[in-house]
T-cell receptor
């Protein structure tokens, strides 16, 4: 059973470009979470999704950031018009149920905005 | 905001038990205690979780006090590869499922 797969592992974008980060949850997992870790800082929750639904987006910046988890395919975190402050590690986690079960993390995507 | 308090750093000798404390005095009845760790800049790794009973798995043991206001993660025989930031997390109730990470404890295992 493969773990949570994130791609790309490293992504370089110029200011103003779009970044698309992909997350394939573990088999059988229908809950996906996205976290961001700025350099030298802790992990911050961004968004929690189930298939085709956003459950909690309380940690998402109000502008330029969006997330989806379609019925088929991976979850996508999309950042439009990236700025240097978006440079960070973005981690995805998945779990089989929302409560009382462990969430497993991927190895992250390191976004660098130049 | 995180609902837990952990010491910022600890040292442990290789081969000895590492005992990492965590205070969660405002924990509610349906909230679980989770432990994760992050080695260098890798993705967080699940260690163990519990509700009110002590738990043990191949990685660690979790001791939760009877009043559930604090817990201790025990790594029975620490190795250099256990050097990491350890996070104690109280998972909110309801169906949100999200984990709120605090600053954690940086454990340095020394030879």
């Amino acid at each position: 059973n493969a773990g949570v797969m994130q791609n790309p592992r490293h992504l370089v974008r110029r200011r103003g470009q779009e970044a698309r980060l992909r997350c394939s949850p573990m088999k059988g997992h229908s809950h996906v979470y996205w976290y961001r870790q700025l350099p030298e800082e802790g992990l911050k929750f961004m968004v929690y999704l189930q298939k085709e639904n956003i459950i909690d987006e309380s940690g998402m910046p109000k502008e330029r950031f969006s997330a989806e988890f379609p019925k088929e395919g991976p979850s996508i975190l999309r950042i439009q018009q990236v700025v240097r402050g978006d440079s960070a590690a973005y981690f995805c986690a998945s779990s089989p149920t929302g409560q009382g079960s462990e969430a497993f993390f991927g190895q992250g995507t390191r976004l660098t905005v130049v | 905001d995180a609902k837990t308090t952990q010491p910022p750093s600890m040292d442990c000798a290789e081969g000895r038990a590492a005992n990492l404390p965590c205070n969660h005095s405002t924990i509610s009845g349906n909230e679980y205690v989770y432990w994760y760790r992050q080695i260098h800049s890798q993705g967080p790794q699940y260690i163990i979780h519990g509700l009110k009973n002590n738990e043990t798995n191949e990685m660690a043991s979790l001791i939760i006090t009877e009043d559930r206001k604090s817990s201790t993660l025990i790594l029975p025989h620490a190795t250099l590869r256990d050097t990491a930031v350890y996070y104690c997390i109280v998972r909110p109730g309801g169906n949100t499922g999200k984990l709120i990470f605090g600053q954690g404890t940086t454990l340095q295992v020394k030879p």
